[in-house]
């Protein structure tokens, strides 16, 4: 398996149970089951399974759904397991990798031996890793954003993708609409959103917790938070058209990408790692916690998969990056990015423990070459559509301001254990090898980012 093309994560909506995608092999013909984002089954009947490519499936699978050509670039095969998800290569045969399934979930799990003897992988047609968010605004065809609309929900209410409570109710409202119709007052909408909320809400803020222990362990949610800032979001949904409940919901699930499109981490593959604690009390123990590392076409972000928010957030642009394998000491990923100490400049290295690192620095790499790729053609346009004048350089692309402090999707530096350099060598920590620019040579050219290397000096100790 390429790990450019091939991303392995930790279990989001996969979690739904054990299922094959083969339920028979023959010589001559196997009934293949492809699932898509909302759970539904998409049955084909093939020849020649065992050497059947993920492309020819992937046109079969368009073919059933009479999918518009778009598609070909939004959605990809994956194979995923409780365990593990792999986005596959159209050159990949999903049968083989199926069969080769244990070999994987050694090599990029900590799976116990009987929890890899059970898994088995099921195939999935989901968004494309690769697929730019400005591509999926030209989308109009509407099966094509449902499915889209799909993924993107799932990712929310299984809070892989964290969201503020403002967020989620927004979000949860446009899953109303779909699947309630246009808001009618005086109907009872308060029972059905009641009887039904974690349809539209993320778990966590569901559960109806009482006084302040309650409130101070809402992991962001705010005390009060459920079907009534949910209705109150819902009143406010626009109707466009006629406003029948059989009308055209393209707009919807568009509105619906479009906020989801405000998350850093939209689109993105999810691993699995985990990062030290900062040290604590007065015998400094520390420990690790679990984290998600999700990795898309524009940065990387570290996520508490327990506290449901984000830990770390960087643009390409403001990172370096190596790997180490398991052949050289444990498997981790290494982020270098700037900060500071006590109001120091200093570079500071992330160290991600994860037997999926490989992948992870692969990913990376192939992201940055797709969008280095990508830069010249989608240079030709600026923001109104028309061309950019000759030989200027584009514009450059301005991160949003956060709108509220304390959002999920800020940056929790404090909450991360990291080792620190300052310029001209003063030593806060020592790291080995010594380095003579960054500590990895592994970044984008400085002269397209933002990243800056603090320089030690030749009195600069190896541990």
Not at 126 to 140: S, Y
Not at 221 to 226: I, L
Not at 250 to 268: D, M, N, Q, V
Not at 313 to 332: M, Y
């Amino acid at each position: 398996m390429d790990g450019t093309e091939g991303s392995a994560g930790q279990p989001g909506p996969a979690e739904r149970s054990h299922r094959s995608s083969v339920s028979s092999v023959g010589a001559r013909a196997a009934d293949v089951l492809v699932y898509l984002a909302d759970d539904t089954v998409v049955p084909l009947a093939v020849e020649n399974l065992p050497s059947l490519s993920a492309h020819e499936l992937h046109r079969a699978v368009r073919e059933v759904l009479q999918l518009p050509d778009i598609a070909l670039d939004a959605f990809a095969l994956w194979l995923v397991s409780p365990l593990l998800e792999v986005q596959l290569k159209p050159k990949h045969q999903p049968y083989k990798l199926g069969r080769q399934w244990p070999e994987l979930l050694l090599r990029f799990t900590d799976a116990p031996d009987d929890d890899v003897a059970m898994d088995e992988p099921s195939l999935q047609f989901r968004r494309n890793v690769f697929f730019p968010k400005r591509r999926e605004l030209q989308i109009h065809d509407e099966e094509v954003l449902r499915l889209l609309y799909e993924e993107a929900k799932g990712n929310v209410l299984a809070a892989r993708y964290p969201c503020d409570v403002e967020d989620c109710e927004t979000l949860g409202a446009l899953v109303c609409r779909v699947q309630l119709g246009p808001y009618q007052p005086g109907q009872p909408t308060a029972c059905a959103l009641r009887e039904k909320l974690d349809s539209f809400l993320p778990a966590h803020l569901c559960k109806r917790g009482h006084g302040l222990f309650a409130a101070l362990r809402g992991r962001g949610a705010k005390a009060g938070t459920g079907e009534q800032g949910l209705l109150n979001a819902y009143c406010k949904v626009k109707e466009a058209g006629d406003g029948e409940h059989g009308a055209s919901l393209s707009t919807h699930y568009r509105a619906y990408l479009l906020k989801s499109h405000e998350l850093p981490f939209y689109g993105c593959a999810f691993f699995h790692g985990e990062v030290d604690k900062p040290a604590q009390g007065f015998l400094h123990r520390g420990g690790r916690k679990q984290v998600a590392v999700a990795i898309s076409l524009e940065g990387v972000h570290v996520i508490d998969s327990r506290e449901k928010h984000v830990l770390l957030g960087l643009r390409f642009q403001e990172l370096s990056w190596d790997h180490t394998s398991p052949e050289e000491e444990e498997s981790v990923l290494w982020l270098e990015f700037d900060g500071d100490n006590e109001g120091t400049p200093v570079n500071k290295l992330l160290k991600i423990y994860s037997k999926q690192a490989e992948l992870m620095s692969s990913l990376i790499e192939y992201c940055i070459e797709l969008n280095q790729t990508s830069e010249p053609a989608a240079s030709q346009e600026n923001v109104s559509g028309t061309p950019s004048a000759a030989g200027a350089p584009p514009p450059p692309i301005q991160r949003p301001q956060l709108r509220r402090q304390g959002s999920v999707v800020c940056s929790r530096l404090q909450h991360l254990s990291t080792i620190d350099y300052v310029e001209e060598g003063q030593q806060i920590k020592r790291v080995k090898p010594k380095r003579t620019t960054s500590f990895f040579s592994r970044q984008l050219s400085m002269g397209q980012g933002s990243y800056t290397v603090v320089q030690p000096t030749d009195s600069l100790e190896q541990g």
